[in-house]
């Protein structure tokens, strides 16, 4: 039984599909922790979880098909500067179920907590490459491969390019802890790459290899999955060569309060509605606009938690919280849309955005709800 070494799960998260395991956070507790519980993190495997030993575990290092680093976790600890960074990952396919009610699309069906933030605790990556003898104008891209397989015997892999990998601001760590204590299995155990500001699949967990190359990875990962196309664009006409990989990833926001259909108590001719927002690439979140009148006035929310650091390495969401005047409806409807350090704001809809793997899913967020008074 490949599945047989699977650990324990926290009972409140949702289980999205349970062989191989992919579970979200519970929206009504998302928003309520800046750092995201271990235990209620999202997960997303594509495989079974592999079974680790820590005693024969090395990392590897490899250019040209010649080992050019081998270093076990002990080694690791003892031979880098510790790190640590605060960082949001995201799937690239949050927010799916939203894009599916346009047309149904090929994929895990992922509402909004297909993301979290952790404090990430390890080495940089850059200093690793660095002592191995790597230098960034050399090679174009580096891969990362998991020691997850599946039946066929091929393992989870994605790659990045170089300049992200050696950039002083890129803060791409080798982490071995999240939030304070050794990874957990599911998020990785003993060792994962945490690529800040990139889909959450390059994020590669349980790493057993890095390659050093001038060619892109050429796993499914990275070259037949996780790529946008335009809405007309169907899986039998997409040509996944003409598209690149998702890397960095767009602004997106979402409400977790109230959640669709809920019976919300009016206060003071007000309601209280709560939520995330984040961008990619290191940018900031600036403002997050609410409107319960499809957009005829904008109100302006409050952030209740925001990291400190600046772009472009601003890694984590941002949280806010309004209390948006309601009038005299018996029903509104609640839409968020974010706009980040470079000025990026989010589409309007779905429609136009529609893609047949339903990634980057980033419209308006809009939660229906009945008032009580
Ligand atoms: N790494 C390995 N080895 N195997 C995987 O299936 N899934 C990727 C990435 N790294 C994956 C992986 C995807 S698509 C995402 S979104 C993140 O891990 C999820 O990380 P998490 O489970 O820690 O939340
Ligand atoms: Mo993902």
């Given at each position: 039984?490949?599945?047989?070494?699977?650990p324990?799960?926290?009972?409140?998260l949702?289980?999205v599909?349970?062989?191989?395991?992919?579970a979200?956070?519970?929206?009504?507790?998302l928003?309520?922790?800046?750092?995201?519980?271990n235990?209620?993190f999202?997960?997303?495997?594509?495989?079974?979880?592999?079974d680790?030993?820590?005693?024969?575990?090395?990392?590897?290092?490899?250019?040209?098909?010649?080992?050019?680093?081998?270093?076990?976790?002990?080694?690791?600890?003892?031979?880098f500067p510790?790190?640590?960074?605060?960082?949001t990952?995201?799937?690239?396919?949050?927010?799916?179920?939203?894009?599916?009610?346009?047309?149904?699309v090929?994929?895990?069906?992922?509402?909004?907590?297909?993301?979290?933030?952790a404090?990430?605790?390890?080495?940089?990556l850059?200093?690793?490459?660095?002592r191995?003898?790597?230098?960034?104008?050399?090679?174009?891209?580096?891969?990362?491969?998991g020691i997850?397989?599946?039946?066929?015997?091929?393992?989870?892999?994605?790659?990045?390019?170089i300049?992200k990998?050696?950039?002083?601001r890129?803060?791409?760590?080798?982490?071995?802890?999240?939030?304070?204590?050794?990874?957990p299995?599911d998020?990785g155990?003993?060792?994962?790459?945490?690529?800040?500001?990139?889909?959450?699949?390059r994020n590669?967990?349980w790493l057993?290899?890095?390659?050093i190359?001038n060619?892109e990875s050429?796993?499914?990962?990275?070259?037949?999955?996780?790529?946008?196309?335009?809405?007309?664009?169907?899986?039998?006409t997409?040509?996944?060569?003409?598209?690149p990989?998702?890397?960095?990833?767009?602004?997106?926001?979402a409400?977790?309060?109230?959640?669709?259909?809920?019976?919300?108590?009016?206060m003071?001719?007000r309601?209280?509605?709560?939520?995330?927002?984040w961008?990619?690439?290191?940018?900031?979140?600036?403002r997050v606009?609410?409107?319960?009148?499809q957009?005829k006035t904008?109100y302006v929310?409050d952030?209740?938690?925001?990291d400190?650091?600046?772009?472009?390495r601003h890694?984590?969401?941002?949280?806010?919280?309004?209390?948006?005047?309601?009038?005299?409806?018996?029903?509104?409807?609640?839409?968020?849309?974010?706009?980040d350090?470079?000025?990026?704001?989010?589409?309007?809809?779905?429609?136009?955005?529609?893609?047949f793997?339903?990634v980057?899913?980033?419209?308006?967020h809009?939660?229906?709800?009945q008032?009580s008074?």
């Amino acid at each position: 039984n490949p599945y047989g070494k699977e650990p324990k799960r926290h009972v409140a998260l949702k289980t999205v599909n349970s062989q191989p395991f992919n579970a979200e956070t519970p929206i009504s507790l998302l928003c309520e922790n800046f750092i995201t519980p271990n235990d209620l993190f999202y997960v997303r495997n594509h495989l079974p979880v592999p079974d680790v030993n820590l005693k024969d575990y090395a990392l590897e290092i490899e250019t040209n098909d010649k080992l050019v680093g081998k270093f076990t976790l002990d080694q690791l600890k003892q031979d880098f500067p510790t790190v640590s960074i605060v960082a949001t990952l995201m799937c690239a396919g949050n927010r799916r179920s939203d894009m599916t009610k346009i047309k149904a699309v090929k994929g895990l069906n992922w509402g909004p907590c297909a993301i979290g933030t952790a404090t990430w605790t390890g080495v940089r990556l850059r200093d690793v490459l660095k002592r191995v003898g790597i230098k960034e104008d050399e090679f174009k891209h580096v891969h990362f491969e998991g020691i997850d397989y599946d039946v066929t015997g091929s393992q989870y892999g994605t790659s990045i390019p170089i300049w992200k990998a050696m950039d002083k601001r890129g803060d791409v760590i080798l982490a071995y802890e999240m939030n304070g204590v050794s990874l957990p299995l599911d998020h990785g155990y003993p060792l994962r790459v945490v690529v800040p500001g990139v889909a959450g699949a390059r994020n590669v967990k349980w790493l057993g290899k890095i390659i050093i190359s001038n060619e892109e990875s050429q796993s499914h990962w990275q070259q037949n999955d996780y790529k946008g196309f335009s809405p007309s664009i169907d899986y039998d006409t997409a040509d996944f060569t003409k598209a690149p990989p998702i890397q960095e990833m767009p602004v997106i926001s979402a409400i977790c309060q109230p959640t669709h259909g809920d019976v919300v108590t009016v206060m003071n001719d007000r309601i209280r509605v709560k939520g995330y927002a984040w961008s990619g690439g290191g940018q900031k979140i600036i403002r997050v606009d609410v409107s319960v009148d499809q957009g005829k006035t904008w109100y302006v929310a409050d952030f209740t938690a925001q990291d400190t650091a600046e772009p472009p390495r601003h890694w984590a969401w941002t949280l806010w919280s309004l209390d948006i005047p309601v009038g005299d409806n018996q029903e509104v409807e609640i839409w968020c849309k974010a706009v980040d350090s470079s000025y990026n704001t989010q589409p309007e809809n779905f429609q136009n955005i529609w893609n047949f793997r339903g990634v980057l899913s980033n419209a308006y967020h809009k939660v229906r709800v009945q008032l009580s008074r």
